[in-house]
């Protein structure tokens, strides 16, 4: 009896003798064996198939290691840096270098604009036409030195050549500044003036001389500047410049008077733009 094992079917009909073995319990432990080890393959079986669709899974993401570059570049940093000055370097020589001093015209600004006063105002500015007559005059007659300038001409001062000075100052006379007892003025001054010519100039010029002008209008008795005229210059672009600016102009002037009474008076006032 005691060599009876406990796994063996013996062991179960010992215990089980003189009893029902159809009863369940019977059943049970005679197939045991075989159920433990259907119960074993299963569970095999569903740890294998679980392992195998997390891995499925798992190996549609790409998985990121740091081992480097798998392929070795073909150049280096250093040549591609390299090669990279040399085509700047050969940029350098296709594109000639520009002189701005060649296409960049001048363009005067208030610094190089130079506006007198009426009192200062002077009529020999020389026109193109008048130094080509000073050319032929000079070698016809042999004169050298000096100016140039044909007095006889162009004359001084602040001569309205011709103007009417009646001091009685009545009806459409034009006086002259020297003759009225109280001459124009612009609101502010004349550096208000000058300062209103200076900001609204605009004018380009590749010259290396200055431009001269002198400007005459006439200062109404209501005090706006009618007939604006150049009448020295030695530019036409800067004349026409010159007449839009002062025709611009939105201020009236003090008028000019004799005694009590307003007069039309003649202003004259030179410009001069520096290179």
Not at 91 to 94: E, G, I, N, Q, R
Not at 268 to 275: D, F, L
């Given at each position: 009896?005691?060599?009876?094992?406990?796994?063996?079917?013996?062991?179960?009909?010992?215990?089980?003798e003189?009893?029902?073995?159809?009863?369940?319990?019977?059943?049970?432990?005679?197939?045991?064996?075989?159920?433990?080890?259907?119960?074993?393959?299963?569970?095999?079986?569903?740890?294998?198939?679980?392992?195998?669709?997390?891995?499925?899974?798992?190996?549609?993401?790409?998985?990121?290691?740091?081992?480097?570059?798998?392929?070795?570049?073909?150049?280096?940093?250093?040549?591609?840096?390299?090669?990279?000055?040399?085509?700047?370097?050969e940029?350098?020589?296709?594109t000639?270098?520009?002189?701005?001093?060649?296409?960049?015209?001048?363009?005067?600004?208030?610094?190089?604009?130079?506006?007198?006063?009426?009192?200062?105002?002077?009529?020999?500015?020389?026109?193109?036409e008048?130094?080509?007559?000073?050319?032929?005059?000079?070698?016809?007659?042999?004169?050298?030195?000096?100016?140039?300038?044909?007095?006889g001409?162009?004359?001084?001062?602040?001569?309205?050549?011709?103007?009417?000075?009646?001091?009685?100052?009545?009806?459409?006379?034009?006086?002259?500044?020297?003759?009225?007892?109280?001459?124009?003025?612009?609101?502010?001054?004349?550096?208000?003036?000058?300062?209103?010519?200076?900001?609204?100039?605009?004018?380009?010029?590749?010259?290396?001389?200055?431009?001269?002008?002198?400007?005459?209008?006439?200062?109404?008795?209501?005090?706006?500047?009618?007939?604006?005229?150049?009448?020295?210059?030695?530019n036409?672009e800067?004349?026409?410049?010159?007449?839009?600016?002062?025709?611009?102009?939105?201020?009236?002037?003090?008028?000019?008077?004799?005694?009590?009474?307003?007069?039309?008076?003649?202003y004259?006032?030179?410009?001069?733009?520096?290179?």
């Open positions: 009896m005691f060599n009876v094992s406990i796994f063996e079917k013996k062991w179960l009909d010992l215990v089980f003189g009893k029902n073995k159809e009863y369940g319990a019977y059943q049970l432990r005679r197939e045991n064996s075989k159920t433990t080890f259907f119960a074993f393959l299963t569970g095999i079986s569903i740890i294998g198939s679980g392992v195998f669709i997390l891995s499925s899974f798992a190996t549609t993401k790409p998985i990121v290691t740091d081992d480097g570059p798998i392929l070795k570049p073909a150049v280096s940093i250093d040549e591609f840096v390299h090669h990279v000055q040399n085509l700047s370097k940029k350098k020589l296709v000639p270098p520009s002189n701005k001093s060649e296409t960049m015209p001048k363009k005067p600004s208030l610094a190089n604009l130079v506006v007198s006063s009426s009192s200062q105002a002077q009529q020999n500015i020389l026109t193109n008048d130094l080509l007559k000073q050319q032929q005059n000079t070698s016809s007659t042999g004169v050298t030195g000096g100016t140039g300038q044909n007095v001409q162009l004359g001084g001062g602040t001569d309205t050549g011709g103007t009417n000075t009646d001091s009685s100052g009545n009806g459409g006379e034009i006086f002259d500044t020297s003759a009225v007892e109280i001459e124009p003025s612009f609101p502010g001054g004349v550096d208000k003036f000058r300062q209103f010519i200076g900001s609204n100039f605009r004018f380009e010029s590749d010259d290396d001389e200055s431009i001269n002008l002198l400007i005459q209008f006439i200062v109404e008795k209501n005090g706006q500047i009618t007939d604006v005229e150049v009448v020295k210059s030695n036409e800067a004349n026409k410049e010159a007449v839009r600016v002062l025709k611009s102009l939105k201020t009236k002037w003090n008028p000019g008077k004799m005694g009590d009474k307003a007069v039309r008076v003649q004259k006032i030179p410009i001069r733009i520096n290179p």
